[in-house]
């Protein structure tokens, strides 16, 4: 059994991993840090955990934290970097689902986190978690850095093609739409229900945080470096990310479908759909599953890619338990086996 400790589960990814967790047939959960709800039982802030979880936030305790053989964070950006040197020295392993260890470039880190990295020398191990691209290195490491709502349905909907240099690489463009949990849990005046419903919204235009966690993971996959256009939307959803993905063919005869479909085919979370498909967010609502359909607009050289998912599940919490699977030799699909809610 894996003992497993959350530090940072009172936000809507805290929630998601507690709700993850406490079904996991191979996971205990023995600890949950909150320093403003410490004594507080989870089921009171979470009523929907009640007679699942039986237990109550703490106080963050590294000896506590330390006896764990994972830790997971779910914290605001620049925590997990200052907490994670002590307790990979205490042998636990640590997956963080916030942005401390997602960019290579520490100094591209800090311009857009707006604070010096602290503990670079632990930032270079770190091994960014997508299963997808870096399964093999995730069974190995001790840092996992989870990745970003975004950079998952656009990196999963772009990375056939780039693999193999099939589009312009250096003119790739992603429209992206996100339901309000993104925003995270504290409230904000853009994500009230009068600010946010009947209303639909771009932001970030100018440069979002992360469109450089973007473009070096499609780097890494295609080899060289790309440039990519990212605008992300608000829409008046909950849950849910929709991709639309552009790229300019440079080889026309391509198969687009066989392709996705080839690359995809031993992947547990990653569904292709049939030719002509276009997936709906609802579909993957509550699951850990990306489903993505390919497009070739008639008479157009554009390869046009659909992705969607839950920007909580396969895009935060689900993935960081993907993870943990593979670090701790487990099935890769244990506790991740749930058909999305619908409607």
């Not at 936030?57 to 506590?64: A, I, M, Q, R, T």
């Not at 990212?230 to 392709?259: E, K, S």
């Not at 487990?330 to 999305?340: D, F, I, K, V």
Request: charged fraction near 20%.
């Amino acid at each position: 059994m894996i003992t497993a400790g959350i530090v940072g589960g009172t936000g809507y990814t805290g929630v998601e991993l507690l709700r993850l967790l406490a079904g996991h047939p191979d996971v205990e959960l023995s600890v949950i840090t909150s320093r403003g709800n410490a004594g507080t039982a989870v089921s009171e802030l979470f009523p929907n955990l009640r007679g699942v979880i039986d237990i109550a936030f703490s106080e963050p305790d590294g000896d506590v934290l330390g006896a764990c053989d994972v830790v997971f964070f779910a914290t605001p950006n620049g925590t997990a970097m200052k907490m994670a040197p002590a307790l990979l020295e205490r042998g636990c392993r640590v997956i963080d689902l916030g942005a401390d260890f997602r960019i290579r470039d520490l100094s591209v880190w800090s311009r857009w986190y707006g604070m010096e990295h602290a503990c670079p020398e632990i930032a270079s191990e770190a091994v960014y978690g997508l299963p997808e691209r870096n399964r093999a290195a995730i069974r190995e490491a001790r840092l996992v850095a989870n990745p970003g709502c975004y950079p998952t349905s656009v990196q999963l909907g772009f990375m056939p093609l780039i693999e193999r240099h099939l589009v312009d690489l250096d003119n790739l463009v992603a429209d992206a739409k996100s339901g309000v949990s993104g925003a995270g849990r504290q409230p904000k005046q853009h994500t009230l229900l009068g600010e946010a419903a009947e209303n639909f919204h771009a932001y970030g235009a100018g440069g979002h945080r992360h469109l450089p966690e973007i473009r070096e993971g499609l780097s890494e996959s295609a080899g060289r470096s790309v440039g990519l256009t990212f605008v992300p939307h608000l829409v008046p959803m909950i849950r849910g990310i929709h991709a639309t993905l552009y790229g300019r063919l440079v080889d026309t005869d391509v198969d687009l479908q066989a392709l996705y479909e080839a690359r995809y085919r031993d992947e547990p979370f990653v569904d292709v759909l049939p030719p002509g498909s276009h997936p709906e967010t609802r579909t993957v609502r509550g699951s850990n599953i990306c489903r993505i359909a390919v497009h070739r607009p008639a008479d157009s050289a554009t390869a046009l890619v659909l992705a969607v998912e839950d920007n909580l599940v396969k895009g935060a919490a689900g993935q960081a338990v993907q993870n943990m699977n593979l670090m701790c030799g487990l099935e890769e699909t244990a506790g991740l086996a749930h058909t999305p809610v619908l409607p």
